[in-house]
């Protein structure tokens, strides 16, 4: 069985989906523009990874 190493990285942000976390409205505009500038990828190019994907599930 082949072993993967990952690395986890521990983020400070908040658990959004516990019912428990109140999130202020500045909070979460925060977030929001953080995100905004990570780089996100067009459709082709996500349907070309999904597509390698599958042949990647194929050879196995």
Do not use: G
């Not at 925060?30 to 994907?53: C, G, P, R, Y």
């Amino acid at each position: 069985m082949k072993e993967f190493k990952t690395s986890i990285k521990k983020s400070n942000s908040k658990n959004w989906v516990s019912p428990q976390c109140s999130l202020s409205y500045n909070e979460f505009l925060a977030e929001i523009e953080k995100t905004e500038k990570d780089q996100f990828h067009t459709v082709q190019q996500s349907m070309e990874n999904f597509e390698l994907w599958l042949k990647s599930r194929e050879k196995k």
